[in-house]
């Protein structure tokens, strides 16, 4: 593999592999979204594995895989699977995890002793395949269409893509209130139980028509991992959708790729580039992302810390102002600006920013002064905290000792608008409980 | 007689199969069935690892490779579970497809650059190959199978309670996170000692299918762990008899489908719990409720009109057409069907309760004393469920004519007062007329 | 506040032969056999804000749901409007209890209004930008107009149940069904909600609302259900909302009813 050169790679076996698979991976991402948002990946499992089967007994009849009837007998068993394990659960009272392994195992172990059978004797379809897929082997059949030579492969692939696309745009609305709220989907008369197995019809197609190129595991893959990816990175249905189809194209490209470069096979390398993409939605995506999150709460810690720092500066301004004194405060270093709880490093790093920020500024004799800019904002902070202790006092029969705690943890959420509402409520008080000014709303007033 | 590869591979079947039955039972009720497929699944790229970093067919290290990607893969879906949004069954379904597809194309690798005879080893482990299944192999089998017996009979009380209610079993005290872990570890093992005879894709219905199957049997865990491990060793040994004894059919499946023929008539025949059994009970549940609605709307019409004549007794010929058209239901929604079923009607004919009146139906003499003894439970019922309201548990299964067994007999005394106090209690004497037994 | 936007408003002449509204006959709901509802029988014969009380485990919620037709009955039937409720559903509107749903579904507030509008539509027909207007106007109505783009997930507990109530009036319905609409809401919310349900019925609907909160039900609404298992009373809420009814429904818990017998009190006062 280390002598892999690009230039002997066959394109036209590279663009009618990636196109089989790319093609087979977006119908099972596009419905696999659905199957996501309903929590029912597991299903769509099952169904992958239980159609073998019914693969195995069209099989033993038509004696090709790209005959109709493995479509209708794969198909049939898929349903099965949906419905048996809706009875095992509903009547049998077996819990819904179990009752899907247990029948997805069984009828797998079935397709799998059948086919061990039937490739005991006369037919080629060996349990590997089943598995990985003859991907590879894309090529081997093909037909001439408009003078190009097209792989068989390539129809029934494209229809069951094209089948996806209507089924998903006929029923969008049916679909998305089925999967949101199937009760009320029942009760307005679009019936969830009717869209759930209109669902398990498709998503039996789509692995049926994906199984015979890509195999099992990369059916599975695709139902569930794009789409799994996809709800981290968008908050709509639709954009949901393009992104799951997005990641499974790219994952059929890659994976081709990289099983060229690795000597392997195609469908296990999509299985790791779609796993990979997944993990970079895990970490980065731009809401949901753990990346993201982890920046949010340190950046919200990082903002109380230094509001907290400039709050102080603030009052120790105003406690020099009352006593008329003028020497000047021996505040220094970070830890003036700590708040219970929140370990010197956040604290350090509040004030970092807050010099950048120029709200505050070191004095010649290293103690830190709030700069104008930094007063303003100081001042709207501890009117915050004011305002709130006054309405507490007001409302709540509360100690006056009582509180500063809840004010303290609340003025970095009070905006303007908030504020506002309070002043006016509390008919613009001059004092707060403790008797201390309460600060204008901003420095002209 | 058996020969001794037979015998060996019937063994470590069969102590296989008892161990995922017992450790099975708690990955079923706690509801980690499917968690045991991902464990599998994300075991087998370790395999492919300790082969690539050995370079050679060493079972232990497989085994211990297995165990380690399987413990990370477990833990990357919980760790997927707990810190974002995506939720549990597409964390499994993520985990188990990449694991999975990460050792197909890593035993693809390996086979495409080593010499053919290493490649044997690896494809054995997706569907399992027991067949081959070496005297070693059958030793640590046992040696596992007899460590989760000697843990789960040390620790029973503690795993039992921590199965049926984790919260409560935190809160008493236990360390319930460690035990649950321990259950964990249990079914990580015995997956992976699973693996080279049964295979990736198919050891998940080894914990799960006897286990499922004994839960239809019984409602007490522990008569649920001895039917499971029995179920798993018997289906294990006959799986593995049959595959020696036909061409063509590989261990692993086979023992699945046979552990799936003994779900199938688990699920069907159980006896108290069994799909059979419970729609014939279901039935009855809806006809007997059909049958004593129909007593009492025939009943309450008749004393209806035996208090606009001013007689002594309901008249057991009151015909039914005319209940229909009670002052009851004027104001009624016109499509409903308010009517009796025929079918209820023809029922309660042939069983003896009513009689067939020109123009509509009666009670017979023995449907007016069952008649009255279905209004008088109903009428204790609905009158002790309003003295006492917050005591519905008592009502138990809906029957009205269980009365006299479910309520202490002070009680039905002087709830029968309060009925005869205001002239609303039927008279029922004699015997309780006979209902076919149900 | 505003009136509900009625775009086509439908004309509901008082007939004296009307069917009843909803019918509920002898229902019964056993889950293993164990009943959760018995022998339930109800008649709504006029339009009513109806209050659906009792305690937790009384089968409230399945009541709704049978009703509904979305649990198995064991026996009995409904109708609604004089014809079964399958052949009404078009003018049922159901609101589920807020933890029914996931609320990380990717829509935004405003596709969830429009939800109400599917039922109208039937199968395959998409909502229109009549449709979206309607919404806007629903959402708008219930003051969340701002928040129409956001994502569902983004919204507050009260917001959230201030959405599903957006919805319930795009459904146009003329029967409502609400499961504890103001369970959790702030007490803003619980105002909106209510006078919400005024308008609903001054403009001739239904709407039966579960509701836990006992102090409240005698201001709230004009009949009351008392369920436990079965039906304890149905009727006027002066007449039905009493404490003997209540001590039928809830049993010796008396801290309950005085809380009850409290805003009975105060409600006698006021008049």
């Known amino acids: ?445 | 007689m058996i020969a001794y590869n037979t015998a060996v591979v019937l063994a470590g079947a069969s102590l296989l199969g008892a161990s995922t039955g017992l450790v099975g039972s708690f990955a079923v009720l706690r509801r980690r069935a499917l968690l045991g497929d991902a464990l599998a699944h994300a075991a087998f790229p370790g395999v492919c690892l300790a082969f690539l970093c050995l370079d050679r067919r060493n079972l232990p290290a497989m085994l211990v490779g297995a165990l380690m990607t399987g413990i990370v893969g477990v833990s990357l879906l919980i760790g997927l579970r707990r810190a974002t949004r995506v939720k549990e069954d597409a964390a499994i379904g993520v985990v188990l497809s990449v694991f999975f597809g990460a050792g197909l194309a890593l035993s693809r690798m390996i086979q495409n650059r080593s010499s053919a005879g290493s490649r044997a080893g690896l494809d054995s482990y997706i569907f399992g190959s027991a067949a081959t299944m070496r005297l070693a192999e059958l030793w640590l089998i046992a040696g596992v199978a007899a460590a989760c017996l000697a843990i789960v009979l040390v620790l029973y009380k503690e795993f039992k309670l921590v199965a049926f209610d984790a919260g409560f079993a935190r809160v008493q005290g236990w360390p319930a996170g460690r035990l649950d872990l321990l259950l964990m570890g249990l079914i990580a093992i015995t997956v992976v000692i699973g693996l080279p005879a049964v295979g990736a894709v198919l050891i998940a219905a080894m914990l799960i299918l006897p286990a499922a199957a004994a839960r239809f049997w019984t409602d007490r865990l522990g008569v649920m762990l001895v039917v499971s491990a029995a179920l798993g060793a018997t289906s294990a040994a006959a799986g593995t008899l049959l595959s020696a004894q036909y061409d063509g059919l590989p261990t692993g499946p086979t023992i699945v489908l046979v552990g799936a023929a003994a779900f199938l008539c688990s699920a069907l025949f159980a006896l108290r719990r069994g799909a059979l059994s419970r729609s014939v009970r279901q039935l009855r549940f809806r006809r007997r409720l059909e049958e004593q609605r129909l007593l009492r709307t025939l009943y309450e019409a008749a004393e209806a009109g035996r208090q606009a004549s001013g007689g002594p007794q309901p008249s057991p010929l009151a015909p039914l057409h005319r209940v229909t058209h009670q002052p009851a239901n004027a104001g009624r929604s016109p499509a409903l069907q308010h009517a009796p079923r025929p079918a209820a009607l023809r029922r309660a004919v042939r069983a003896g309760w009513l009689t067939v009146e020109p123009g509509g139906y009666g009670l017979s003499e023995q449907g007016l004393s069952r008649a009255a003894h279905v209004v008088r439970g109903y009428r204790l019922w609905r009158l002790f469920l309003s003295e006492c309201a917050d005591q519905v548990g008592a009502f138990g299964e809906l029957d009205v004519e269980a009365v006299d067994e479910r309520l202490p007999p002070g009680v039905v005394s002087a709830l029968e007062a309060r009925l005869l106090a205001e002239g609303r209690l039927p008279a029922t004497e004699g015997e309780r007329p006979r209902v076919r037994p149900s | ?271």
């Open chain 1, 1 to 445: 593999m280390n002598d892999f050169d690009f230039a002997a790679v066959d394109w036209g076996q590279a663009f009618w592999t990636i196109a089989a698979a790319a093609l087979s991976s977006v119908s099972c991402a596009l419905l696999g979204c659905y199957l996501v948002l309903r929590r029912m990946s597991l299903l769509g499992d099952a169904i992958s594995h239980a159609i073998l089967p019914g693969i195995a007994v069209a099989f033993w009849f038509g004696g090709t895989t790209a005959a109709l009837p493995m479509f209708l007998g794969a198909v049939a068993v898929g349903l099965l699977t949906a419905a048996l394990t809706e009875t095992l659960h509903r009547a049998g009272n077996v819990p819904e995890d179990a009752a899907m392994g247990v029948v997805f195992t069984s009828l797998f172990a079935l397709g799998v002793v059948m086919i061990a059978r039937l490739s005991a004797g006369r037919i080629d379809l060996d349990p590997d395949c089943v598995l990985y897929g003859r991907i590879e082997h894309v090529l081997l059949e093909t037909r001439t269409v408009l003078g190009r030579e097209i792989p068989l492969a390539m129809f029934p692939l494209g229809t069951t893509l094209l089948a996806t696309a209507l089924f998903i745009g006929a029923c969008w609305k049916e679909l998305k209130i089925a999967s949101f709220d199937p009760a009320l989907a029942t009760a307005m008369g679009l019936s969830a139980g009717v869209v759930h197995y209109l669902l398990m019809g498709m998503v039996a197609v789509a692995s049926v028509a994906a199984f015979d190129s890509v195999g099992s595991v990369i059916v599975v893959a695709m139902l569930i991992v794009p789409a799994a990816a996809a709800h981290l990175l968008a908050d709509r249905l639709g954009p949901m959708l393009a992104w799951a189809a997005g990641i499974a194209f790219l994952s059929a490209v890659l994976g081709y790729l990289g099983a060229v470069y690795f000597n392997t096979v195609v469908a296990g390398m999509m299985a790791i580039v779609v796993g990979l993409e997944f993990t970079l939605a895990v970490l980065l995506a731009p809401r949901h992302g753990l990346v993201s999150r982890a920046w949010h709460r340190l950046d919200l810690a990082l903002r109380i810390v230094s509001e907290d720092i400039i709050a102080r500066l603030y009052r120790a301004e105003e406690g020099r102002a009352e006593e008329g004194r003028a020497e000047e405060s021996h505040l220094a270093g970070p830890s003036i600006g700590q708040p219970a709880g929140s370990g010197g490093f956040t604290a350090w790093l509040g004030l970092r920013r807050l010099l950048r920020r120029g709200d505050v500024k070191r004095a010649p004799d290293r103690s830190l002064r709030l700069t104008e800019q930094g007063r303003l904002a100081a001042q709207s902070l501890v009117r915050s905290h004011r305002l709130w202790e006054a309405y507490l006092g007001e409302h709540f029969d509360l100690p006056l000792d009582h509180l500063h705690e809840p004010a303290e943890r609340v003025e970095h959420f009070i905006g303007p608008q908030l504020q506002e509402r309070l002043a006016s409520e509390l008919a613009r008080p001059g004092v707060d409980p403790h008797g201390k000014e309460i600060p204008p709303s901003d420095h002209k007033s």
């Open chain 3, 1 to 271: 506040m505003t009136t509900i936007p009625q775009p086509e408003p439908k004309t509901h002449e008082p007939d004296s032969a009307a069917p009843p509204v909803l019918d509920v006959h002898d229902v019964t709901v056993a889950y293993h056999r164990r009943p959760v509802l018995w022998d339930v029988d109800l008649t709504i014969q006029e339009p009513s804000l109806i209050g659906i009380v009792g305690p937790n485990g009384a089968g409230k919620s399945t009541l709704i749901k049978a009703i509904l037709g979305l649990v198995p009955l064991a026996s009995g039937s409904v109708a609604a409007f004089g014809q079964p409720i399958d052949r009404q559903r078009r003018r049922i509107g159901y609101v589920p209890q807020r933890e029914s749903v996931d609320w990380d579904f990717p829509v935004s507030v405003l596709d969830v209004v429009l939800m109400g509008t599917y039922g109208q539509l039937g199968w395959f027909r998409r909502p229109g930008r009549r449709q979206r207007a309607w919404a806007l106007e629903c959402l708008e109505h219930v003051g969340l107009a701002d928040l129409a783009r956001q994502q569902i997930g983004q919204l507050s507990g009260g917001q959230q149940q201030r959405t599903f109530l957006a919805r319930a009036l795009a459904q146009r319905a003329d029967l409502y069904f609400m499961d504890e609409p103001m369970a959790g809401v702030d007490a803003a919310t619980e105002q909106v909600i209510f006078s919400l349900l005024r308008e609903l019925r001054e403009q001739g609907k239904t709407v039966f609302v579960v509701h836990h909160d006992l102090r409240t039900v005698p201001e709230y609404y004009e009949q009351v259900v008392l369920l436990n298992m079965r039906l304890v009373a149905s009727g006027r809420t002066e007449t039905t909302f009493t404490r003997a009814n209540l001590q039928k429904t809830y049993g010796g818990r008396l801290d309950i009813l005085d809380d009850a017998a409290d805003a009975l009190a105060a409600r006698e006062r006021s008049r």
